[in-house]
């Protein structure tokens, strides 16, 4: 089961100030790329010069949403040495980036005092948490929405705290 990208995406769309994307997993089990993971694992890049190869709706909405001013910024606490997901994940970040997206990249020893939310999640406004709920092999189960306040705080603050402390996505090598 995956999330519905059109009711993820009016979330993103009625942001009006910034979307900010904490991720915390070292691997992913994501059924939409699955077939892109295992072509990366046999050796196929995204290559930047040839756009009409990698570009996609995700893209799009992200385009559409951050030339309207809405901030987005996603930060990946990773493991050292990276697994093969976060290389792959890595390899085609550019593809964010190029469509407005701010990325950073946080060792996770940095991040060992830092307080953070058990899940990853999106804050959206600095008001609205949707935490992302993965079972253990990294497959989406559900989401979570929540709009209190203090959780909104809370995500925020750690957000902000391993944004801080992340490298930003040119400078990060895997």
């Known amino acids: 089961m995956s999330q519905s990208l059109t009711s993820f995406a009016d979330l993103l769309r009625a942001a009006e100030r910034s979307a900010v994307h904490l991720e915390m997993r070292d691997a992913y089990g994501v059924e939409s790329e699955i077939e892109g993971f295992a072509a990366w694992r046999e050796g196929h890049r995204l290559s930047p010069d040839d756009r009409a190869s990698w570009w996609r709706p995700w893209l ?18 990773v493991s050292e040495p990276v697994s093969d997901y976060i290389r792959f994940e890595h390899s085609g970040t550019f593809t964010n980036v190029a469509a407005g997206e701010q990325i ?15 899940n990853d999640f999106w804050l959206f406004d600095g008001r609205l948490v949707q935490f992302n709920i993965f079972d253990g092999a990294g497959r989406w ?19 902000e ?4 402390r992340a490298v930003p996505h040119e400078k990060y090598s895997v």
């Open 60 to 77: 799009d909405l992200v385009q559409e949403v951050t030339s309207k001013g809405v901030v987005m910024r996603r930060a990946r606490i």
């Open 104 to 118: 950073r990249w946080l060792p996770r020893r940095h991040a060992s005092d830092l307080a953070l939310p058990g």
């Open 141 to 159: 189960v559900h989401t979570d929405q929540i709009e209190e306040r203090a959780v909104a705080q809370l995500c925020a603050s750690a957000f």
């Open 161 to 164: 705290a391993v944004w801080e």
